[in-house]
């Protein structure tokens, strides 16, 4: 008897310290503007779409993506927020890291398909989210906004150069990752193994973007 009795406490024990199941946080907001294609402020706070980015001011593509998704959540329209589970509530300048769907319509997943990038998940080093997957399927099959039409792979000039045309750096290593020309340090140091004339070609070749 006291044996079953202390198993029983065990047991009891056990499922006691077990943490109980987490869901997704999911709420309404009202959209006061757009900043960008991939940043709203609204009556809870300025968001931050998760997993896209899309193009900043003054870059190609940044009205394109303004006017898009602005023409799916206009001001003064009601939007869903939705945290997912275990992903970080604010980003490094305070906003608010949200999907952000109207009308069963995933924002940001209309975003990549436009021309936006799929970005800041597990591949980047960020946090994983549940929509990554898809998200990350579509910026494959679709060309971000103002790119270069080149898919091509083009073969080094010599061990540490690319061709002027192309001069992505594609390396395998223990990871396929592309370096760009322009804000990568580690660009002049990588040998590459292929060359492209643009990052979407670099992507459908089976890169992903170095972390900088």
């Keep these: ?3 079953w009795l202390a198993a029983t406490a065990a047991v009891a024990a056990s499922l006691a310290v077990v943490p109980a199941a987490r869901a997704d946080s999911t709420v309404t907001a009202t959209v006061d503007h757009w900043s960008d294609g ?3 402020v609204t009556d809870l706070g ?3 779409l998760i997993g896209v980015n899309a193009p900043d ?10 006017k898009l998704a602005e023409a799916l959540a206009p001001e003064g329209s009601t939007v869903t927020l939705t945290l997912p589970d275990s ?9 608010l890291l949200r999907y952000v769907d109207i ?3 995933d924002v940001g997943l209309q975003q990549i398909r436009k021309g936006s990038q799929a970005k800041y998940d597990s591949t980047d080093g960020y946090d994983n989210h549940p929509r990554q997957m898809r998200y990350r399927r579509q910026d494959i ?3 971000d906004y103002c790119a270069n039409h080149d898919l091509r792979s083009y073969r080094p000039i010599s061990t540490s150069s690319c061709p002027k045309k192309a001069p992505i750096k594609g390396n395998r ?13 580690f660009y002049r140091m990588t040998n590459p193994e292929e060359c492209f004339a643009s990052a979407d070609g670099a992507k459908k070749a089976g890169y992903r973007a170095a972390l900088v």
């Design 57 to 66: 001011m003054e870059e190609c593509g940044y009205t394109k993506a303004t």
């Design 87 to 95: 992903h970080d509530d604010t980003d490094a300048y305070g906003r």
């Design 38 to 40: 991939d940043t709203v």
């Design 173 to 185: 290593g223990d990871e396929w990752i592309y370096h760009l020309p322009k804000g990568d340090p």
């Design 46 to 48: 300025t968001v931050r």
């Design 1 to 3: 008897m006291r044996t």
């Design 141 to 143: 099959k679709h060309r």
């Design 103 to 105: 009308g069963g319509v």
